[in-house]
């Protein structure tokens, strides 16, 4: 993901390596211009966010470690020391620190890094702008959208914020010492609410879940800023070590990308040791949860300390070509930079104003570059099925901001004038979202009149009570497949196994993985597994209770199995073969792997009239051995200009 999201209590880490800002707070020209290349540590924050007048600062000019404290340590107005938002809030719930605000951490693809380092000053300058102008956009992509508080009893009321206010700060380079450049995006947890001016906290729901879709315009608007900036063009590369597919500026060897990632590399080397330690020690092959948290742990592992003092980018810069004459000897920069500068793209462009006339227009030109004959309309819907299929395939139920993640996916590979770029992808998601089924009921009205009245009206002109935002999803072929799986329930068939039959069959299959040097079950294993085979339903469940301290009941969680009665009996020589093979016979009885990918589950949901449809017995699980990163996709065929042959 282009962006990582994290919680924060207090802005201590980004500070730690921020020199102090010399010039003092709201500074947008600083007296020694050389300090960016030459001093120590790494730059002062700068102020972002429209919120940013509402507490002293003006976006774009420095602040000082003093200013950057009071706002997201103390959660104060740095201008003159009041307490933003009611003194109760100082105390966090259960005793834990409050939430002091978010650091939104960016990220861009390895080449980009690299001409940033090796490039010249006007091409480090110019990527540093352009770094600069996207997350100016996407902040204020987030400010129009998601930063919006609560309001009455229980937060039942989402109501609008006047923006928010924190700080950028720049760093140079990852835990490795390899060119990365990025930036923290400190914001603050507390702002003003529209309607009555009143200092309260942000609604976090709307953070988290959107943070996937703010990663994805970030990155795509980072890169049609270079394009419009460089003309420069790109391509989709797997990356060696995660398999992502990434679009990699057109010209950059592969070579000085690997050389480049060394921290890649190595959380790779020691993750397969990890999982080869977990296998032999446990007779069980890792699972995709077991991977996730052997991940973690590598990456922890391999997270090396800061130095005490951050080096000059200028030392940081010479140690960056020392490394390229030792990994990479034969890679002249000169040569690369013009293979980068000799591969040119353009934006698509529209000479209009209004967002439906941009829309139309964009849409036009895409579906003449994909020769389609149906033209803007055809296009249109055909890139909304495509993002209704994507969806599918990682959700049952959705959000709108899960289907603009998704259609900013979609036009990954095409380069649009980034002043564009969000409404054409808002076009698609919308259009993919009409062809879905709303679970979320519509409960109220606005009166006549009151689309300007923010303590009733949102921006979008919905009542403040029904937040679009938050509005659930799915497609009918979800809702047909719950409802099969249902009424599977009480379906019986004569095919399984008799009683204590399957469990012997189990033990035969055991001493066969013994002797072949597989992975036996274990006992609770094989008593689920025979539990199952034996069962005489067509689906049968097998779980464990669990307190969940999200239910207060601390009902149990299951996790549905379903039944391959096709199986063949044990003397059967077909029954064989590999894990895969095995996978796949019961994925062909599972709704789940069906050929149509929209048909899926839900957990719980209501049907298009707002009544509570029954709650299936099913914890959401992913599929054994995988482990999902909503940004990355291997198939390249998901990316860019999808034609849809229906």
């Known amino acids: 993901m282009a962006m990582n999201l994290t919680k924060l209590s207090?802005?201590?880490?980004?500070?730690?390596?921020a020199r102090e800002a010399i010039d003092g707070d709201n500074a947008l020209n600083p007296s020694d211009p050389s300090a960016y290349y030459t001093a120590a540590g790494n730059p002062p924050g700068v102020w972002i966010g429209k919120g940013a007048e509402l507490v002293g600062g003006k976006v774009g000019t420095t602040a000082s470690s003093k200013t950057v404290r009071a706002l997201i340590n103390e959660r104060r107005n740095p201008s003159n020391g009041q307490y933003l938002g009611d003194i109760k809030m100082s105390e966090g719930d259960n005793g834990e620190a409050p939430v002091a605000g978010f650091d939104l951490t960016t990220r861009q693809p390895k080449s980009i890094s690299i001409l940033w380092a090796f490039g010249d000053k006007e091409t480090r300058d110019g990527i540093d702008e352009c770094m600069r102008k996207a997350v100016e956009m996407t902040i204020d992509y987030f400010e129009n959208e998601y930063a919006t508080t609560r309001a009455g009893q229980g937060g039942v009321a989402s109501v609008a914020a006047d923006g928010v206010a924190g700080f950028a700060f720049d760093h140079y380079d990852n835990r490795n010492g390899d060119p990365q450049p990025h930036k923290h995006i400190v914001i603050s947890n507390r702002v003003r609410r529209s309607s009555d001016k009143i200092w309260t906290a942000l609604?976090?729901?709307?953070?988290?879940?959107?943070?996937?879709?703010i990663s994805e315009v970030h990155e795509n608007l980072l890169q049609d800023l270079l394009t419009e900036r460089f003309g420069w063009s790109w391509t989709l590369k797997q990356d060696t070590n995660t398999k992502a597919v990434v679009n990699e500026v057109e010209g950059v060897p592969q070579e000085l990308i690997n050389a480049f990632s060394s921290r890649d590399a190595e959380i790779d080397l020691l993750l397969k040791k990890k999982i080869k330690e977990y296998e032999t020690s446990t007779g069980k092959?890792?699972?995709?949860k077991t991977k996730a948290e052997l991940h973690k742990e590598a990456w922890l592992a391999t997270r090396k300390a800061k130095p005490e003092i951050q080096p000059s980018l200028k030392a940081k810069r010479d140690h960056w070509f020392r490394k390229l004459g030792e990994v990479a000897p034969g890679i002249q920069i000169d040569q690369m930079l013009k293979d980068v500068n000799s591969h040119k793209t353009g934006?698509?462009?529209?000479?209009?104003?209004?967002?439906?006339?941009?829309?139309?227009?964009?849409?036009g030109q895409l579906a003449d570059l994909?020769?389609?004959?149906g033209g803007g309309d055809e296009y249109l819907d055909r890139q909304a099925r495509a993002v209704i299929r994507?969806?599918?395939?990682?959700?049952?139920?959705?959000?709108?901001?899960?289907?603009?993640a998704e259609a900013e996916r979609l036009l990954r590979e095409v380069r649009i004038d980034p002043a564009q770029r969000i409404i054409v992808a808002n076009k698609i998601a919308d259009r993919a979202l009409g062809q879905c089924v709303k679970l979320t009921p519509d409960r109220y009205k606005l009166p006549d009149g009151a689309l300007d009245d923010l303590s009733i009206a949102t921006r979008q002109g919905q009542s403040v009570f029904e937040d679009a935002d938050l509005d659930q999803y799915t497609t009918t072929d979800v809702l047909e497949a719950e409802q099969y799986m249902i009424a599977s329930l009480d379906k019986t068939t004569g095919i399984g196994y008799k009683p204590r039959e399957g469990n012997r069959w189990l033990d035969q299959w055991n001493e066969r993985m013994k002797t072949q040097g597989g992975y036996p079950l274990a006992p609770d294993q094989q008593r689920a597994a025979a539990y199952a085979l034996e069962n005489p339903r067509l689906v049968s469940s097998i779980g464990r209770h669990r307190q969940d301290h999200h239910h207060e009941s601390g009902r149990a969680s299951m996790a549905v199995q379903i039944r391959c009665r096709q199986r063949h009996r044990p003397g059967d020589q077909r029954q064989g073969g590999g894990r895969a093979q095995r996978q796949h016979r019961m994925r062909k009885h599972d709704h789940r792997y069906a050929p149509d990918p929209q048909q899926s589950r839900t957990d719980q949901s209501r049907d298009p009239t707002g009544r509570q449809t029954p709650t299936t017995v099913e914890e959401r699980v992913q599929p054994v051995g995988t482990i999902v990163h909503p940004h990355q996709d291997s198939n390249p065929s998901h990316h860019g200009l999808v034609y849809d042959p229906a």
């Open 390 to 404: 994507k969806t599918v395939n990682a959700h049952t139920v959705w959000k709108r901001t899960n289907v603009r």
């Open 203 to 213: 609604d976090g729901r709307k953070i988290y879940a959107s943070m996937v879709e």
């Open 347 to 363: 934006l698509m462009h529209v000479d209009a104003e209004g967002e439906d006339d941009i829309a139309r227009l964009l849409l």
């Open 10 to 17: 207090n802005a201590e880490y980004p500070l730690r390596d």
């Open 285 to 288: 092959q890792a699972g995709w």
């Open 370 to 373: 994909t020769r389609l004959a």
